[in-house]
């Protein structure tokens, strides 16, 4: 998983496997998430002791933020890590436990992607995976203005990333999907279409780079990780330190500030009010925006949180594995991917997802660019 800092990578899975447990494909596939937790692990980064997030943290996590805000424009700003965590979900055949695969998903800081001395550590991977997502920010994309826009999303480290994928001249397939999110507002107001087209033109050329390749899968599929949080507004960002405390803010008026959980907040004598130093894009000088989300006020209060297409990502990766798998032949690799599911078997259960139209495409801004198996 590719994509700048802090910009939801694992929320995104905290969703696709909730919805995909609850969803209609469960009738096909069981997901049980086999992640063995890391905990005090030094970060190469910053030299820090962190602990890995389990996923149903990361899903309460939203679901508190669903229902802590009401009219409120808020700031969403989960602390970073500056760790690289890997995450198992393995997926059985109903009632045949023993009829197994799993889907490692390794989940990397954005400060990764940036030339240094962690680079090839992200290069290795590019060796090594069959599935590379590409998380792209939707708000920064469609509003930040292109300079912020390919800075935030580490659009040129896409491409250096992209063009060193290595598939052995086309022996081996490969996928790269450009995964939206944050992407409520548009999905809301009918203009998926909109961050389609807009992923077109600012990663033309890593797009272009990807369908050069030889039996080489390129899609767009964008997620709805809430479903009820929406973007609002860019800000530029700032601190406001008032009574010995210091809170992210944005700037209002000169007097009147906006809170990180939306109160407005005016300016008394001997506050200090700072752009945020903090709020750097990695690898350049450009301040970073603080992104402002509301609450949709017409949604079901009983289902504020309403994750929608999260799970279209395993459905995808599990599509392309089985047909690549069909295509590389059987033998020990396939044992190796799917376990005890046979070739028959999963090619039928690819079938009926099909039939049952679980598996989108041409819909809800769901498209290939390429489909070369």
């Not at 890593?206 to 030889?214: F, G, L, M």
């Not at 860019?234 to 405390?245: A, C, F, M, R, V």
């Not at 603080?290 to 297409?309: E, G, Q």
């Not at 069909?326 to 020990?332: M, Q, R």
Request: glycine share 6%.
């Amino acid at each position: 998983m590719m994509g700048g800092r802090r910009c939801g990578k694992t929320s995104v899975l905290a969703s696709m496997f909730d919805q995909f447990v609850k969803g209609p494909a469960n009738k096909f596939f069981t997901i049980n998430n086999q992640t063995a937790l890391e905990h005090d692990k030094k970060s190469p980064i910053t030299g820090v002791l962190e602990d890995q997030d389990d996923l149903l943290s990361k899903k309460y996590e939203l679901m508190d933020k669903l229902e802590k805000y009401n009219t409120s424009t808020f700031l969403v700003d989960s602390g970073p890590t500056y760790c690289i965590w890997s995450y198992t979900l393995r997926m059985a055949i109903p009632g045949h436990p023993r009829k197994k695969t799993t889907i490692d998903f390794i989940d990397c800081p954005g400060e990764f992607f940036q030339k240094g001395e962690h680079y090839p550590i992200v290069q290795q991977y590019m060796q090594d995976c069959d599935v590379f997502v590409i998380v792209v920010d939707t708000p920064y994309l469609m509003e930040g203005g292109e300079v912020v826009a390919q800075a935030v999303n580490c659009v040129d480290s896409v491409q250096n990333f992209v063009s060193s994928i290595d598939n052995n001249g086309g022996q081996y397939a490969k996928m790269v999907m450009f995964v939206p999110i944050k992407c409520e507002k548009w999905v809301h107001e009918g203009r998926i279409n909109e961050v389609v087209n807009k992923i077109k033109t600012e990663y033309a050329v890593p797009i272009q780079t990807a369908c050069a390749y030889r039996r080489m899968n390129v899609c767009i599929l964008p997620v709805e990780t809430a479903g009820n949080i929406i973007f609002s507004e860019l800000k530029d960002p700032y601190t406001i330190t008032t009574g010995g405390e210091t809170k992210k803010c944005c700037k209002l008026t000169d007097r009147l500030v906006r809170l990180a959980d939306g109160t407005a907040y005016t300016i008394a004598d001997g506050d200090i009010l700072n752009t945020d130093a903090q709020a750097i894009i990695p690898g350049t000088t450009l301040p970073r925006p603080h992104s402002w989300f509301h609450i949709n006020p017409n949604a079901d209060p009983l289902k504020l949180y309403a994750p929608h297409n999260c799970d279209q990502l395993p459905l995808h990766i599990l599509s392309f594995m089985t047909k690549k798998m069909s295509v590389e032949g059987e033998g020990p690799f396939w044992a190796w991917i799917f376990g005890e599911i046979s070739r028959k078997e999963m090619e039928s259960k690819m079938r009926e997802m099909n039939k049952a139209h679980l598996i989108k495409e041409g819909v809800d801004g769901i498209v290939y660019l390429k489909k070369d198996i």
